[in-house]
């Protein structure tokens, strides 16, 4: 039955990849305390081609509510500030002529609600991934040549390995809801 088990980690790997996008995605919504990873889309103009922010630059928390961009060379400090206007985060960077300097807003009631939006459409798309390789584990299952009970356990399989890849979903969901509507 090594064809049955093939198809079973195809199915995993794909709600895995699924789960590691997920927490990609609400690692782009900021609930409140400075992080570095909220800087994670920001572009940058370097030499010619646009290069991630982390790769020109270092990016600290000196505290809750400040992120400090330190740029490897001095000449970046305009280009960092374009990217970071450019990522449409609603932040207003400052520089002092050594560093891009970036004071996180606290975050109002109505702005966690659409926070919260956000993370939850993005758990429904992870849950939608982890179901297409559920059905397309399914399909490959129907092509097989093997017994009717093989098949109906091997669809068993998959159905207990999505309901806990979804149940993840839902905590990953709960763990950032929590943390997005704490003050």
């Given at each position: ?176 809801e929590k943390e997005i509507m704490t003050v």
């Amino acid at each position: 039955m090594d064809e049955v088990e093939f198809i079973l980690e195809e199915a995993k790997e794909g709600m895995e990849k699924a789960i590691s996008h997920l927490k990609k995605q609400l690692g782009n919504i900021r609930a409140g305390k400075a992080n570095p990873s909220m800087l994670g889309s920001v572009m940058v103009e370097y030499y010619g081609s646009q290069t991630p922010l982390n790769q020109v630059a270092n990016v600290n928390t000196p505290d809750a509510r400040t992120l400090s961009i330190q740029p490897f060379e001095k000449s970046l400090i305009q280009e960092i500030e374009k990217g970071i206007m450019l990522a449409n985060l609603g932040f207003n960077p400052m520089n002092n002529g050594e560093s891009v300097i970036i004071n996180v807003p606290p975050l109002t009631e109505e702005r966690r609600r659409q926070l919260t939006k956000q993370a939850k459409s993005e758990a429904e798309d992870a849950k939608v991934g982890v179901r297409n390789d559920r059905k397309l584990a399914n399909q490959e299952l129907k092509k097989l040549e093997i017994s009717e009970d093989f098949k109906k356990n091997a669809e068993n399989e998959i159905q207990e390995l999505t309901d806990g890849y979804i149940e993840r979903v839902d905590r990953i969901l709960e763990i950032k809801e929590k943390e997005i509507m704490t003050v």
